[in-house]
C-alpha cells in the first residue's frame, strides 16, 4: 500500500491519497473534516463491518441492514493522545439467528479486523450487538 498527505495550505486541512488516486480529506481545527482520530474510528467500524457482513453471507443468512456506531470513546491524557477506551454497537436486521449475529462480530473483533487489532493495543474496545432491534 502506497499512500501520501498533502497538506491543503489552509489551516490543519490535508488530503490523503492513496495510488489509486482515491483521496480523503482530513482536518483538526476547522471542522470541515474528519479528523485523522475519527478516521481511525470510522476505519475499525468499516473493517469489522466488511468481516461480519462476510461471515453471514457465508453462513447463508439474509442480512438486510447493517450499522456500527462508536457511542463512547476516552483517550490518554499525556501525548500520545491514543485511544485508551472504545465502544462500538453493531445494529444488524434480517433473517439471521442470533448466534450466527454474535459469532460474526466475536470472528472479527477477535481475529479478522486488523484495525482493531491495532486499536486494542492500547484501548479497550467494547461492543454491543443488536439484532433486529433487539440486544444479543
Not at 68 to 97: D, N
Request: proline letters at 4%; aromatic letters at 6%; glycine letters at 6%.
Amino acid at each position: 500500500m502506497i499512500s501520501k498527505v498533502q497538506w491543503t495550505g489552509k489551516g490543519y486541512s490535508f488530503i490523503a491519497e492513496n495510488d489509486r488516486k482515491q483521496a480523503v480529506v482530513m482536518d483538526t481545527k476547522n471542522g470541515v473534516a474528519p479528523t485523522p482520530m475519527e478516521l481511525l474510528l470510522f476505519a475499525v467500524m468499516g473493517c469489522s463491518g466488511i468481516d461480519i457482513i462476510s461471515i453471514i453471507e457465508k453462513k447463508r443468512e439474509k442480512l438486510e441492514h447493517f450499522e456500527a456506531e462508536v457511542l463512547e470513546t476516552e483517550r490518554a491524557e499525556e501525548h500520545p493522545r491514543v485511544y485508551t477506551r472504545i465502544k462500538i454497537v453493531f445494529r444488524i436486521s434480517g433473517e439471521i439467528k442470533p448466534q450466527s449475529a454474535r459469532r460474526a462480530v466475536e470472528l472479527s473483533m477477535d481475529k479478522y479486523c486488523s484495525v482493531n487489532a491495532v486499536l486494542s493495543k492500547t484501548a479497550k474496545v467494547e461492543y454491543e450487538i443488536h439484532l433486529n432491534g433487539e440486544p444479543v
